[in-house]
Each structure stands twice: as C-alpha cells, then as structure tokens.
C-alpha cells in the first residue's frame, strides 16, 4: 500500500489532506484484531484532526476498513481486492459511500465475495459502486496506475477536496446491479 500512500499524500497535500497508514498489532485476522487496532487509530486521528475520513484497505485491511467504516469520523471506504467472507455485517456501512475494486483475476480473494456484499450493502450504503479491474490479480501489479488513479480520485471525490470524478459518480448512478459490475 505504500504506492497508494505516496500518491494520496502527493494529490492531497495542497487541500489539507492527512494521510496515515495503520500498522497492525499482530499478523492476521485474529478474531478481528486489526478492527480494533483501525477503530483505535481513527479515535486518535478523530481526536487529532476533527476531519473527515476516507479508509482505504487492501485484502484483509479491506476487510478491516469496511468493518470499521461505522466510526463517526468516516465518510466512504475503498475496499480494494477486499476479503469478504460469507455473513459479513453491512450494517455499519449505513450512510456511507463505498468503492469495492476486484481484479478479476484475483485467485486470493475471491471476487464473488464483494459483489454478495455489494448487493447486500445496496440498501444500506449511501452509495455503492463495485469496479472490475479486467485482467488484474489480488497484489494490484497489474494495471497499477489504473488502482492508484481510481483510489486517488475516490478519496479526494468523496472527502470534497475536488468534485468527484465523473466515471465514479457514473458508476454511482448505474441501476443497482450495474453498478456492482463496473468493468475498467
């Protein structure tokens, strides 16, 4: 994720943007330590900078962040490759703006797990939009301008730092199950 952090901190630097990435306590899921370790960073952020925030996770931090997208201080979550097990809970993505992106190529994460809980979130979701990256595996190698440039605008969009980009408020407009099926 460093690439994406690089690029968030470089386009938002001139309007104010804090970026941070979370380092977790232990490796892997844990029985959903690294929600708890997101939840208590954006207590501290929430504390420091009283702004609104835009999570963004890959694979199990996706998980992580759609998880953790009920704190007060979040406005949308990028779930990028994300990991979504059968049965995950939708209701705290209630009000919130949400971006899944899944390579269709991706042998790790299955893709057909963000698009179930993209079509459970639907009803929940302020907005929900799911893109096909054609071609793209789970590590994101493949089409990587394509992954940064999509995240960048979506943070930025969706935080009011620039108007939202028009292929995303596109992807955002589409009936429900297109909107779940956007291929890049």
Same mark, same amino acid.
């Given at each position: 994720?460093?690439?994406?952090?690089?690029?968030?901190?470089?386009?938002?630097?001139?309007?104010?943007?804090?970026?941070?990435?979370?380092?977790?306590?232990?490796?892997?899921?844990?029985?959903?330590?690294?929600?708890?370790?997101?939840? =208590?960073?954006?207590?501290?952020?929430?504390?420091?900078?009283?702004?609104?925030?835009?999570?963004?996770?890959?694979?199990?931090?996706?998980?992580?962040?759609?998880?953790?997208?009920?704190?007060?201080?979040?406005?949308?979550?990028?779930?990028?490759?994300? =990991?979504?097990?059968?049965?995950?809970?939708?209701?705290?993505?209630?009000?919130?703006?949400?971006?899944?992106?899944?390579?269709?190529?991706?042998?790790?994460?299955?893709?057909?797990?963000?698009?179930?809980?993209?079509?459970?979130?639907?009803?929940?979701?302020?907005?929900?939009?799911?893109?096909?990256?054609?071609?793209?595996?789970?590590?994101?190698?493949?089409?990587?301008?394509? =992954?940064?440039?999509?995240?960048?605008?979506?943070?930025?969009?969706?935080?009011?730092?620039?108007?939202?980009?028009?292929?995303?408020?596109?992807?955002?407009?589409?009936?429900?199950?297109?909107?779940?099926?956007?291929?890049?």
């Amino acid at each position: 994720m460093l690439p994406f952090l690089a690029d968030l901190a470089r386009a938002g630097r001139r309007s104010g943007l804090a970026v941070a990435q979370l380092r977790y306590r232990v490796i892997g899921y844990n029985d959903g330590d690294p929600v708890r370790d997101l939840e =208590w960073a954006l207590n501290e952020l929430s504390g420091r900078f009283g702004a609104p925030v835009c999570l963004v996770g890959h694979s199990m931090g996706a998980r992580a962040a759609l998880r953790a997208a009920g704190h007060d201080a979040v406005r949308s979550v990028a779930g990028l490759a994300a =990991w979504c097990p059968p049965n995950e809970p939708v209701a705290q993505l209630e009000g919130r703006t949400v971006m899944l992106v899944h390579g269709s190529r991706d042998r790790v994460t299955d893709p057909a797990g963000s698009l179930h809980l993209g079509r459970r979130a639907r009803g929940t979701a302020a907005r929900i939009a799911r893109v096909e990256v054609a071609g793209a595996g789970h590590a994101m190698l493949e089409r990587l301008p394509l =992954w940064q440039s999509l995240t960048r605008r979506f943070v930025l969009g969706t935080l009011g730092l620039e108007p939202l980009d028009e292929r995303i408020a596109a992807a955002f407009a589409l009936p429900p199950e297109r909107a779940l099926r956007v291929p890049l």
